[in-house]
């Protein structure tokens, strides 16, 4: 089962602009994470809300999580041409994380 | 520091030879994990191992055997390698579970070209 899947596929936005992400999963979590893909590069953790949250702040970043909806959004408010990567969420489960294909954000100068 | 690191990064061969990534990570977790992520960018789980014990096999064709000397690393190793097996593998580590709140570290992935 797909413990995260992201919407949009693709988002494009300039330099300055708020860019949000939506993911939705399917079951019962214990927390929802966030990762940032930099082309040919790992997967980086930005940011975890448990079940018990409903929304966290990390500089830029703001998650909310929906527990009743099975939904989490992430947004990063005044973006940068760095910020330009592919964003992936996932649930917190046993021994494993399940992604999806990620939204890949495009920040234009 | 590199926390979690994979060789090669770069692999090119042809079908039906056996090759092994590697992968190591001095961050003191005592969770591994093989990811592969295909041209669409789907990241699958392969194989998750704690304390070098087996947890997670999802459902990988037994060509891709992986072995975990000791916490700290974890190798892929595939036979008879197939052009479906082309894709980024990534190595990845937590302390304990995702379940409990334990952010992975990933490395930065080996390139498997198969011709």
Not at chain 1, 26 to 31: C, M, V
Not at chain 2, 48 to 66: A, D, G, H, M, Q
Request: charged share 20%.
């Amino acid at each position: 089962s797909q413990q995260g899947e992201e919407d949009p596929q693709a988002l494009s936005i300039q330099e300055g602009e708020n860019a949000t992400m939506n993911c939705s999963y399917k079951t019962s979590i214990n927390n929802l994470q966030w990762y940032r893909q930099n082309s040919g590069r790992g997967l980086v953790h930005l940011i975890l809300i448990r079940s018990n949250e409903r929304e966290k702040h990390s500089g830029r970043l703001r998650v909310t999580l929906d527990t009743s909806k099975k939904s989490s959004s992430l947004l990063i408010t005044a973006s940068r041409a760095a910020d330009t990567a592919s964003y992936f969420c996932s649930g917190g489960s046993n021994y494993k994380l399940t992604f999806g294909k990620g939204t890949l954000l495009t920040v234009n100068p | 520091d590199t926390a979690v690191s994979q060789t090669p990064k770069y692999l090119v061969t042809q079908m039906g030879n056996d090759k092994s990534i590697k992968c190591e990570q001095n961050l003191g977790h005592d969770t591994m994990y093989w990811y592969k992520q295909d041209s669409k960018k789907f990241l699958k789980i392969m194989f998750s191992y704690n304390n070098k014990e087996l947890i997670i096999n999802e459902t990988v064709p037994n060509r891709f055997s992986p072995k975990s000397p000791d916490k700290a690393h974890l190798n892929l190793h595939i036979n008879s390698l197939e052009l479906g097996d082309s894709a980024v593998y990534f190595c990845a580590s937590s302390l304990g579970q995702p379940f409990y709140n334990s952010p992975l570290h990933f490395g930065n992935g080996t390139r498997l070209t198969v011709t």
